[in-house]
């Protein structure tokens, strides 16, 4: 078995909502994504900026035509795909990234 093979196994534990996973659903579909809020800190001019945003790790495989302005909906509430990192292509495990918002584009 590669290393490769290795990850992608490992990834189905990772995906288990009982696990790391949260269930949520799209286009009426039940997903399971790997939710991270992230913080970028930069400087502009004299001000500290502080960006955080909600990220989530989908299969694409359960979202194979999600785009921009799509929503992810998790315990009843809508998240909105603002960016797709990577223009959706697929990391060497099949997954991507979504960059979410509470608010529609």
């Known amino acids: 078995m590669t290393f490769k093979d290795d990850m992608v196994t490992d990834m189905e534990v990772f995906f288990n909502n009982d696990e790391f ?28 900026v502080i960006e955080n945003r909600l ?3 989908v299969d694409q495989a359960e979202v194979p035509d999600i785009v921009v302005g799509d929503i992810i909906i998790v315990d009843s509430v809508n998240h909105y ?17 979504l960059i979410l918002s509470l608010e529609a584009p």
């Open 21 to 48: 996973a949260t269930a949520a659903t799209f286009n009426s579909n039940p997903i399971s994504i790997i939710f991270d809020q992230t913080s970028d800190n930069f400087q502009a001019g004299d001000v500290e």
């Open 55 to 57: 990220e989530a790790l």
């Open 81 to 97: 795909v603002i960016d797709i990192d990577d223009q959706g292509e697929t990391d060497s495990t099949g997954q991507i990234r």
